[in-house]
């Protein structure tokens, strides 16, 4: 499923379809439990490149709040918990494709989903690495980072 799109006669055809990852990473539901919902969409563009890439977008909603769960919410000490973050994506990623992330800077760790072993996280990595690698951080190695509380929404 494509879809060209065109904004005024000046701007070239892009087109947008399903992406997929990795075998069993393309768009869908994620996680249902009693207090969180979340999913992720996988978008193939091309915007007149030479090849198209993958983009992900995730989400993850409190069903008890209907509100979105940011970052924020889930690590108190942001800085400490990216710092934690960048080590445990380079331990835990496939080394020949994670590290093409380089030097991770706190973006990377903008687009996350939980999973009832811990957080997934999509790093951003050049086209030829595979645009996003995705990485779950087991809740026992984050555990001191994240807020009171919240491992019990996110992991129920």
């Not at 992900?56 to 973050?85: S, W, Y």
């Not at 050049?126 to 807020?147: C, E, F, N, Q, S």
Request: net charge positive; charged share 20%; aromatic share 8%.
């Amino acid at each position: 499923r494509q879809r060209q799109m065109c904004i005024r006669d000046r701007a070239k055809p892009a087109t947008v379809g399903d992406g997929q990852l990795q075998a069993g990473e393309s768009s869908r539901v994620v996680f249902i439990g009693p207090h969180v919902l979340s999913g992720v969409a996988v978008f193939l563009s091309n915007s007149g490149g030479p090849y198209p890439s993958n983009r992900v977008a995730t989400i993850t909603i409190n069903t008890d709040t209907a509100q979105p769960i940011m970052f924020g919410d889930v690590f108190a000490d942001q800085g400490a918990a990216r710092e934690q973050l960048r080590k445990l994506a380079q331990e835990l990623g496939p080394p020949d494709r994670i590290k093409a992330a380089g030097d991770m800077k706190s973006e990377q760790f903008l687009h996350w989903l939980p999973v009832p072993t811990g957080l997934t996280f999509y790093v951003s990595v050049p086209h030829v690495a595979g645009d996003y690698v995705p990485v779950t951080v087991p809740w026992a190695k984050i555990r001191d980072r994240v807020a009171p509380g919240m491992q019990t929404i996110l992991s129920q």
